[in-house]
Each structure stands twice: as C-alpha cells, then as structure tokens.
C-alpha cells in the first residue's frame, strides 16, 4: 500500500470575514456597538452598558452625553429576546436619572416598556421593566403616560409574581401612582386590594412597607375601606400592631387604621372586635413617639364623625388622650390636643376633660414649641366655647396668663384661638371681672391691629365679651383700642365686620366710649355700611343705632324717631330732617351762627353753667322722679321774682290742691289752666306793656351771652341755659309726677304743653295762628338761630311734641316722638290694661296711642293705621 498523503485543508471563502475578537475601555466604542446589525454584539454591548451604569450616577450621566439613551430605545422592540432582555436591564437602572427620564418622555418608550410586562416574557425582563417604571412613576407626566398606555393592570398582575424583586417594584410604582385621583379609582376597579394585602405577609420589611404606604392613600376612599373590610384587611392591621418584631411597621399601619377609622362599620367591626381597646393601649403604652402621634392622629381623624365620637367616649379615648399630653415628644403633644379638640363636639368629653384635661393643656400653653401652644389653645377653645363649666375651670387653673401672653404670639392660630378662650371666659360676670387685672384690653391691641382676618375677628369677639362693664370700657379706651376697632368696622370680611360692629355695640354702653367711638368715624362708617345691601348686618345697624342712642340730637335728625327708651337729657337740640351722609353741625357752632331764614333750631337745657349759692325755701325743691336737686340760677331768679311779684295765683286745676303763696314755686310763666287764672292773666294785659318789655330785657340779658358765647375765651363753652323751661320741669316734677294713674298724667302734661305752647286750636284757625312771625322774633331778638323750647309761646305739632317729650322723659312717662312731614310731629304713648280703663272700647285696645297736643290737648287716639289715623288727627 502507498503511503497516505494528508488533504490540504481548504483555504476560507473570500467574502467572509475571519472573527474578531474585540476589548474595548472605552464606554463610547461600546455605545457605536449599540448600532450593530449583529445580535450577538447588540447583547454583549447591552449587558456591558448595564454593568457601567450599575457604578453610579456619573457613569449614567456619562452614557447619555454618548447617545447611548436613542438607540437602546429601539433594541426594547428588537426580535432576539437577549437582546431584548439586556436592554430593558439597562433601562430600568438609566431611569433613576431625572435627565434620563426626561429624554425617555420625550422618545415617547412607555409603551415599549409595559410591553415587557407581559406574561410571557421572563422574569428578568418583568423585574428590570417594572423597575423602570417604579423609577419613571416618581413624575406626574410619566404617571399620566403609564396610565393612558395601560400599564396599571400588568402591575397589578405582578403583584402576585414568585420573584420578591418584581413585587417590590410593582408596588412600589403603583404606590407612586396612587397619588393621583384617577389611578385610585382605577385600582378599584382592578381589584388591587386582596394582593395588596397578601403583601404583608411577605418576609420582605421593605414589600411589606410600601403595601402599607400604599394602603393608607388608597383607603383615604370609603370604597376602599369596604373592600379592606370585607377581605378582613382590619386583622392583618392589627396582628402588625400586636407582633412587636414588626414595630417598623407600626407606624405605617396606624395610618391605614385611621383611614379606616373614619368608617363608622369598620370601626364597629375593630370595637367588636376588642380591636379598639388594643389600639388605645397601644398608642398609651408604646414608647415610640411616632407611634403615639399616629394613634392620635387616628382618632382626631374618626372623631370628626358624630356616631365614631360617641364610641370612643364609650371606650374611654379621653384617658389615653390625656396620658398622650404628658408625652415629651411635642409631636405627640400636638396630635393629643388636636384629637382633644376633635372630640370636643362630644359633651361628655367636654365635661371628662373639665379636671383632667384642662390643667395639662394650660400647662402646654407654656411651652418652648409654638406649634404645641397653638395646639393646646385650639383644643382650649373648643372645650369653653358653649361650656361655662370649663371656662371657669380654665380661669381657676391660672390660664389667663398665658392665654393673655399668647396673644403677642407670631403665630396666628394661636393668637385667634387665645382670644376665643379669654373671650368664652369673659361671658361669665365673676370671671370677666378678674379678666382686667391681667391686662387683656391692652394686649387685645395687637391681635386688633393684624392682618389676619380670623385673627381679626376672635379679637373684636373678644372686645364684646370683656367690654361689658365700664371699668373694661375705660381701660378699652384709655389704652388706644377703640381706634383699631373702629377701623374693623370698614373690613371687607363678613364675620370681621359683623364682630366688630357687636364690640361696637357693646362698648357704646358707656357714653364717654360712645363719643370716643363717633370722634373716631365709627358712626360714619356703621352709615355708610348700613347704605350697602351687601356689607350690612344687624349687628352694624344695632350698633349704628346704639351710638345714635347716645347722640339723640343726631338720631332725631336722621330717623326722624326718638322711641319711649330714648330719654331727652340737657343739651338736646332738634335740628331739623337731615339726609344720611350730612353732618350735623354742633351745638356751639350752630350757635355761634347768625340768625337766618332757615329752620329754628330747638334747644332743650334746664342746666345752668352758673355757679350760686342755695336757693331760699321758696326756690327750692326736688326732683321726686329722678332724685335730682334744682337750683335756681342768678338769671331765673330774676326773672321769677319779677313775674313772681306780678303773679300771686295759684297752680291749680289738674295738678294739685292750691296752697299758701309763700310755697309755690318760681314761676316765669302762667301755669294755671282754669278759668280764673285766665282772666287774671287777661287782666295782666292791660298793666302796660312797659313792665313786660322791662322782663324780656332781664331775661335775654341773662341768657343772650350764654347763646352767643361770649365771655372770656379761656372758659368751657356751655349750651345756652332755658329758665322757663327749668320751671316747666319743677312744676311738671311737683304737680304731675304724685298721680298715680299714667292716662291721668298724659292727659293733664298734654294739657300743660298745649297751654305753655299757645293753647287749644281749631283745624279751621290754625292757618292764622302766627307762630312764624313769633319764632322770627325771637331769633332775632337772640340773633341766633338756636331758641330754647321754653321760650317759644306760639307752637305747633313739632314745637309742642318736642316739649311734650321732654317733660314727659323727666318725670319717667314713656312716650315716643315721631317726625312727620311738612313740620307735623307727634307722642305716641303705651298703655297698660290699668291706665285704659277710662277708655271707650278699651277691651281689648291697640297698644299705642297718639297724643292731641293741638286741637283736643289731652286726648288719645288709637293707633291702628299710622297713616289713615294721622290724616285724620292732622
């Protein structure tokens, strides 16, 4: 046999190329790599990018400066599951880099990405896509993408995969995503609960964890709370609490009971349970401050309801919450006060917490943190506020101290809720009296003057509530208070101007305050709003009306009424009908005028500026109906003995039996009503009319420099002094105020004032009874358009009405005074059953009646129709 020669081997085809090995160090020769038609190379480039973005955020940053981000996209589609597989690798871990999130947005990849979380694909490819989602959820842009492409429903899938990882990132990425409204529903929907659930069964901490954080914003639902009831979701909750090896978890899981709390069956369901009375003494005995927070947290969120506080009063809350407050860690503190205020809407808890809660609450009102002061004043205030009780407790404590000194706090809150407390503390009289002491209408000055409007508004509340008595006003007024509630009254908040106008109201009680007040503009202001449909309350238009109350001149000016509770004092001057938004000129200036062609105005003052000595027995007598003591003037002294010597008749008919003439008083004026004192008065005619002119002369010599205000300029200016009507009062004081029977005395004082005013008229003669020539003269003789109403001889309606009432005020006859039009006004009077005896028809009469000052002086006349009835009398 030949020897065997060896076959050449065959030389490789030419249009083949030999295999390259290939060790690149440099990551951008692996990112042109990405670009390869060839899979293999696609995969090992893939899987190489990976571990280079796994060392830091640097390296991820850096392959994105490379491009790599644009081509990786399109290898998520790629037919070769490697390469398919080593790409979502690198994806889920370049995520976590925000500018890589943002490029990926804009690439439009989240549908390539949930793509991968299909069932059929490998676990791997699931655990790196739902890592890339959890890591793309975290922005609400990338939130909004993965719901629209449908991503919500693989993840809830996942829930229930064998790789702990996959899990970890599919809750995680859902529990991003319940953050929004809509996902929540969404989940519902899907059922996502039950596995949620199963989660916490994992030996995983950190699954376990985002299950919880995921259960708490999901049952902020009521749907889901039902579905957590109903797959006995509560017991899982509770086993958490009770397995002290799991005390990480404590928190989270309080905050899911809280939720769930807020479900009065599913708090049922925990009470019967014995659930309930477990979570009480856990929060009480755990030594984890975030722990006790939450507990605490739970039950102010459930106490919001009205059937949850109820049973936790059963279940004794109060206890633990008190036990809570004794806490060091502020935090608990604050979520003890803010359970305590929630469950103030109880009143068994009010009156629980009347010993054992106030104390340590003021105790807290002390504290270093103002977060835990403004804690505690809240729940202050919702304990006294419609509870005496605790108000009182809250005083006997020592809390007005530091109620007081919070009200400089910074914070506003705690301001608004101090005030609220000092203000339910002052509704008591023994209380608000001890309220002074402490200072509180100087500090009420700055929560006055804040810009806050519920700061605003407890601080004006307050002013009502402490401002009840004049000592409070005064120290209210003396301390600057009354400016920066005035300015209140201007606010354009409802419950701020409607607080103010109450303090307002209140502090106008005292007449000194009134006038501060309306030097001030408040009267202005309280105008002008209660001009305004939409600004004005009833507290403004009481509060208008009580300052007017102490301006009756002013009053009768604008509203044209002076009701029966509205006393005419000295110094009362009736102007005229003005217009809202005119100002009414004072007294002196109105004085200091020259007389003019307009409208008389009249004064009512008995109260002489002059200083004399006591007048003799003759001249001197006392004010039976008001306790006041009347001493006769140089001027009306003069005058009355010159009429006295010219006048020796008696008082008589109608207002006591005559007596000696050495015991009638000074008189300037007739004052009898029968026929004999008329005579005698007719006699007195002829005497000459010298000795009349010579007794104007004294009396205008006595009373023209007071009306005209002369004098040295260095004295107090006082209002212009009316003798006559001084004796007006004394024989109105002396001879009506003894009757008993109130129609007698109305009759006989209307009698009176017709008298003084001109006599009884007749409707067909009163077109010739000149009375404005009369009221000319005697302007003239004063120059000055302010007459005193004694002086005027000739009235009518308006005249006799004013003087009427201004009698009828001294001697204590209710009677109103009401303006009417084209110089008409008239009294209208009650009766009680006593005084309608005499009446025709008195059973059973109207209660009002308008008194004839003209044309029957003393009758009355029922008001049933004011306008039907005064065309008739008038």
Not at 482 to 499: A, C, G, N, T, Y
């Amino acid at each position: 046999m030949g020897k065997k020669v060896k076959k050449e081997a065959e030389p490789p085809p030419k249009d083949v190329f030999d295999p390259l090995t290939i060790e690149s160090k440099k990551a951008a020769t692996v990112v042109l790599m990405l670009n390869s038609p060839e899979e293999e190379i696609l995969a090992k480039a893939c899987e190489a990018i990976y571990r280079f973005a796994l060392k830091g955020e640097e390296n991820k940053a850096t392959l994105l400066e490379l491009g790599a981000v644009e081509p990786l996209t399109k290898l998520l589609t790629h037919e070769d599951k490697i390469v398919r597989r080593n790409a979502t690798m690198v994806f889920g871990i370049l995520a976590s880099n925000n500018d890589v999130k943002k490029l990926l947005r804009e690439l439009d990849v989240m549908n390539s990405v949930i793509a991968q979380l299909a069932p059929e694909e490998e676990v791997v490819i699931h655990e790196f896509a739902s890592l890339c989602l959890a890591n793309m959820s975290a922005e609400y842009t990338s939130k909004v993408q993965i719901l629209e492409h449908g991503g919500l429903e693989p993840l809830v899938r996942l829930l229930a995969s064998p790789d702990p990882d996959v899990k970890k990132n599919s809750v995680e990425c859902i529990y991003n995503l319940t953050q929004d409204f809509q996902c929540r529903a969404a989940l519902q929907e899907l059922n996502a609960i039950p596995p949620i659930l199963d989660l916490l069964k994992s030996e995983y901490p950190v699954i376990q964890l985002l299950a919880l954080k995921t259960l708490g914003i999901i049952t902020n639902d009521k749907e889901a709370r039902t579905t957590l009831r109903d797959n006995q979701g509560v017991d899982h909750l509770i086993k958490i609490l009770e397995t002290k090896e799991l005390n990480d978890l404590h928190i989270e899981a309080l905050s899911v009971i809280a939720n769930c709390l807020e479900d009065m069956d599913t708090l049922v369901l925990i009470q019967q349970t014995g659930g309930l009375k477990k979570l009480l003494s856990f929060a009480e005995n755990s030594t984890i401050p975030d722990i006790q927070k939450n507990a605490a947290k739970a039950i102010t969120k459930a106490a919001y309801d009205p059937e949850n506080r109820k049973l936790f009063h059963e279940q004794e809350v109060e206890k633990c919450l008190v036990a809570l407050l004794g806490s060091e860690n502020d935090g608990t503190k604050i979520a003890a006060s803010q359970a305590i205020s929630a469950m103030c809407e109880n009143t068994g808890s009010k009156e629980f917490f009347n010993n054992q809660g106030i104390p340590q609450l003021i105790l807290l009102l002390k504290s270093d943190s103002e977060e835990v002061r403004e804690a505690a004043s809240l729940a202050l205030a919702n304990l006294t506020t419609c509870h005496p009780a605790n108000a009182k407790a809250v005083a006997e404590a020592d809390g007005v101290d530091p109620l007081v000194n919070i009200l400089s706090s910074r914070r506003d809150g705690a301001v608004a809720n101090a005030a609220t407390v000092l203000a339910n503390v002052a509704m008591q009289e023994p209380l608000r009296a001890g309220l002074r002491s402490h200072g509180v209408s100087s500090a009420l000055l700055g929560p006055l003057r804040s810009a806050n409007t519920v700061v605003q508004s407890k601080a004006a509340l307050t002013v009502a509530a402490t401002a009840c008595d004049v000592e409070a006003r005064t120290e209210l007024r003396n301390s600057g208070g009354l400016e920066p509630l005035v300015e209140l009254l201007r606010s354009k908040h409802d419950e701020v101007r409607r607080h103010a106008s109450w303090a307002v109201t209140v502090c106008a009680n005292d007449e000194l305050t009134a006038v501060e007040l309306c030097k001030l503009g408040a009267l202005d202001i309280l105008e002008e709003v209660n001009l305004s449909v939409s600004r004005k309350n009833k507290f403004s238009e009481a509060a208008y009306n009580k300052l007017l109350n102490n301006n009756l001149s002013l009053k009768y000016s604008l509203t044209g009424y002076l009701s029966s509770s509205n006393i005419i004092s000295d110094g009362f001057y009736d102007y005229g009908r003005i217009n809202p938004g005119t100002k009414l000129l004072p007294l002196k200036d109105l004085c200091l005028q020259e007389p003019s062609d307009q409208r008389a105005v009249l004064l009512v003052n008995s109260k002489s500026s002059d200083v004399s000595p006591p007048p003799s027995t003759e001249d001197k007598s006392s004010d039976v109906g008001y306790g006041r003591s009347i001493s006769s003037s140089s001027s009306f002294r003069r005058a009355s003995k010159e009429k006295t010597k010219k006048n020796s008749y008696h008082f008589s008919t109608g207002f006591g039996s005559p007596t000696e003439e050495k015991s009638e008083p000074p008189s300037g004026r007739n004052t009898a009503l029968s026929k004999g004192t008329t005579k005698e008065r007719g006699s007195r005619k002829g005497r000459g009319k010298k000795e009349e002119e010579k007794m104007k002369e004294e009396e205008e010599v006595s009373t023209l420099p007071k009306l005209m205000g002369e004098g040295s300029p260095e004295k107090e200016w006082y209002p212009p002094f009316d003798p006559d009507f001084r004796v007006y009062v004394y024989e109105v004081t002396k001879s009506i105020f003894p009757i008993t029977n109130i129609k007698e005395q109305i009759e006989v004082l209307a009698r009176y004032v017709a008298e003084k005013m001109g006599g009884k008229m007749s409707k067909e003669k009163l077109h010739n009874f000149s009375w404005e020539l009369h009221i000319s003269e005697l302007k003239f003789q004063l120059k000055s358009n302010v007459v005193p109403i004694g002086q005027i001889k000739k009235g009518i309606f308006y005249h006799r009405a004013l003087l009427f009432k201004a009698l009828a005020d001294k001697i204590g006859i209710g009677c109103s005074l009401v303006r009417g039009e084209y110089g008409r006004a008239w009294n209208e009077v009650q009766l009680t059953n006593e005084s309608r005896k005499g009446l025709i028809g008195a059973l059973p009469p109207p209660e009002v009646y308008i008194v004839d000052l003209m044309f029957h002086p003393g009758g009355l006349m029922k008001l049933r129709s004011r306008e039907a009835d005064l065309y008739r009398y008038l």
